[in-house]
C-alpha cells in the first residue's frame, strides 16, 4: 500500500486565516493588559513563535511549555503557568475554531481510529470522517456521512466510491 502524507497547516487548512482569528480572540482579551495594537501583538507573537517553537522541535521544552514561554513573552516572566495556559487557551480556543479546509481542498477525508478525537474532530472542521475501526466489536455511533473501514486495505474502494466533486 502506498501512503501520502499531507502537511495539514497552510497545506490542507488555512492556517493564516486561524491564526489571525486567534490572535484577534487574544487581543479583544488581553489587547489592553498588553498595550499593544493588533498589529503589534501579531508581530511579537510571530517572533515569539520562532523563538520557542525550534526549541520545541528540538525536544528541549514541551508543548505546554512552549506554549508558557511565548505568553511569557507577551506578559512578562513573572507570569504564572496557570495564566500563560488560561491566555494561551483563549487564542487556541479561535484559532482551533477557525480550522477551514483551503477552497481547493474541495473534498479531504481524514481518516482516524478515535471516534471523538478523529471521526467528531474532522467533521466539525468541514472534513469527510472515516473511522478505521480496528476492533469490529467497537460500538458505532449513528452519525450521517461517516464512512466506516476496518483496514487500510478498503481504504481505496471508499474513496474509489466517493465523487470527487
Avoid at 64 to 72: G, I, K, L, N, S
Amino acid at each position: 500500500m502506498r501512503v501520502i502524507f499531507f502537511d495539514v497547516d497552510g497545506t490542507l487548512l488555512d492556517d493564516e486565516t486561524a491564526i489571525a482569528r486567534g490572535l484577534d480572540a487574544l487581543h479583544v482579551s488581553y489587547g489592553a493588559t498588553l498595550g499593544l495594537g493588533r498589529d503589534a501583538l501579531g508581530h511579537q507573537w510571530q517572533q515569539s513563535l520562532e523563538r520557542h517553537f525550534p526549541r520545541f522541535l528540538a525536544g528541549e521544552i514541551s508543548t505546554d511549555e512552549q506554549r508558557r514561554a511565548r505568553m511569557r513573552d507577551l506578559f512578562g516572566s513573572v507570569t504564572t503557568a496557570a495564566r500563560c495556559d488560561e491566555a494561551f487557551a483563549v487564542y487556541l480556543d479561535a484559532y482551533e475554531n477557525a480550522w477551514a479546509p483551503y477552497d481547493d481542498v474541495r473534498r479531504a477525508s481524514f481518516i482516524g481510529d478515535d471516534w471523538a478525537k478523529d471521526v467528531v474532530g474532522s467533521r466539525e472542521a468541514g472534513l469527510q470522517p472515516i473511522w478505521l475501526r480496528r476492533e469490529p466489536s467497537a460500538a458505532q455511533p449513528v452519525l450521517p456521512g461517516v464512512r466506516v473501514i476496518e483496514t487500510l486495505h478498503e481504504l481505496g474502494a471508499v474513496l474509489a466510491a466517493e465523487p470527487l466533486a
